[in-house]
């Protein structure tokens, strides 16, 4: 495995740990789940990308903390895409609702990719719609832009597990 990998596998599970209790005041680990897409970077041809995410989320609060990876390869240019995004939903939870958010992202490209050593820091923005499947999961459509070097303009479907609350 790769240092980079390594690094972004020890992220993920030091957020999971560190948000699996929480006091009833602070954002707790409130769900998990999966995306998928395309990504259409800047010059370049659209990409089926793919990736996971937690949401952290203060009880009764409309906000969402969300840290992800994505990944996209596409004609030998690779982005591992770590995020860390906040959201505002505009309706309570378990009702169908848009929402925006805005975050930082840091793109890893392959070789081929801009920047040197191959990493880039980015601004994403975003916007969507959760529809509420029970009270078991709940789907999300999402469109996204991220400013970078090679900015990049993608849309995701997903799935969002709850954990607590």
């Known amino acids: 495995m790769k240092p980079v990998h390594g690094i972004v596998v020890a992220c993920l599970a030091l957020l999971v740990t560190a948000g699996w209790t929480s006091p009833a005041s602070s954002f ?4 998990a ?10 010059g370049g041809d659209a990409s089926l990308a793919g990736g996971g995410h937690l949401e952290f989320e203060e009880y009764g609060s409309r906000f969402h903390l969300m840290p992800s990876v994505l990944f996209w390869s596409n ?3 690779t982005d591992i895409n770590p995020n860390f995004d906040i959201y505002y939903h505009f309706e309570r939870a378990g009702k169908f609702s848009p929402y925006l958010g ?10 081929d990719g801009p920047g040197s050593p191959g990493s880039d820091l ?6 969507g719609a959760l529809f509420p499947m029970g009270s078991s999961s709940r789907l999300f459509a999402e469109l996204r832009y991220s400013a970078t070097e090679l900015s990049q303009t993608s849309i995701f479907g997903g799935l969002t597990f709850p954990l607590s609350h």
């Not at 707790?28 to 769900?31: K, V």
């Not at 789940?33 to 800047?42: A, M």
């Not at 980015?122 to 916007?127: A, D, K, P």
């Open 28 to 31: 707790g680990l409130s769900g």
């Open 75 to 77: 004609n030998g240019l």
């Open 122 to 127: 980015g601004l994403n923005l975003f916007g």
């Open 33 to 42: 789940g999966v995306r998928l897409g395309s990504v259409d970077p800047e």
């Open 102 to 111: 805005a975050g930082a992202a840091m793109h890893m490209y392959s070789a």
